[in-house]
């Protein structure tokens, strides 16, 4: 990722925990609540090693094509289970972005023909831009959605296990997102 250092590692440490969290709740979770984990543990590690600050660590040229192959896997089983809910759209989108991130990443910055600059960034800024938009329409729904609208809320999952408080997916699910808008906006 480029940009500064701290922040790079920031965001690999916040993403890397997303992701134990995530494969910890898939452990204690079953059926589709457990698959959904599965996706979202692969999106947070996968967000983790893409955003390694360059500067301490060059992924070798081969490293794009395999994250775009992982998640365009991604992608596929997004398609097929798109069917059960609109959960599941929003792990597509996600995959989408991470293999649109992959393959401006592992893009030339110069014309082929031309030999001319396209720019210091990567990707097409309509494609960024929706995706920004997109990413930030999530943020302020999911965040909105952890604001407690009574105070009857406070008392309700005394019992719960933490691993399966639906809250703390939220904001596994909120992290991944802010994660993902910061990566966009620096891609």
């Known amino acids: 990722m480029h940009g500064p250092a701290l922040s790079g590692w920031l965001m690999v440490?916040?993403?890397a925990a997303t992701g134990v969290y995530c494969l910890i709740r898939m452990r204690v979770c079953a059926g589709e609540e457990r698959r959904a984990a599965g996706g979202e543990a692969l999106m947070?590690?996968?967000m983790a090693s893409m955003a390694l600050p360059a500067t301490v660590l060059t992924p070798p040229g081969w490293s794009w094509a395999v994250y775009a192959?992982?998640?365009g896997g991604a992608t596929l089983h997004g398609l097929l289970t798109l069917r059960r809910g609109g959960?599941?759209?929003h792990h597509l989108v996600g995959s989408l972005a991470m293999v649109y991130m992959a393959v401006a990443m592992a893009a030339p910055t110069t014309g082929a023909h031309t030999g001319h600059t396209i720019g210091t960034t990567g990707g097409i800024p309509a494609l960024t831009g929706g995706l920004l938009l997109y990413y930030m329409a999530y943020v302020l729904h999911t965040g909105a959605g952890l604001v407690p609208a009574t105070a009857a809320i406070a008392g309700g999952g005394a019992g719960q296990a933490?691993?399966?408080r639906p809250e703390?997916?939220?904001?596994c699910r909120l992290?991944?997102?802010l994660a993902m808008l910061a990566m966009l906006v620096a891609l």
Request: charged fraction near 0%; include cysteine; proline fraction near 0%.
């Open 162 to 164: 933490w691993t399966t």
């Open 13 to 15: 440490a916040l993403c």
């Open 175 to 177: 992290t991944m997102a």
């Open 168 to 171: 703390l997916a939220l904001v």
């Open 87 to 89: 959960h599941h759209l």
């Open 44 to 46: 947070g590690f996968g």
């Open 69 to 71: 192959a992982v998640f």
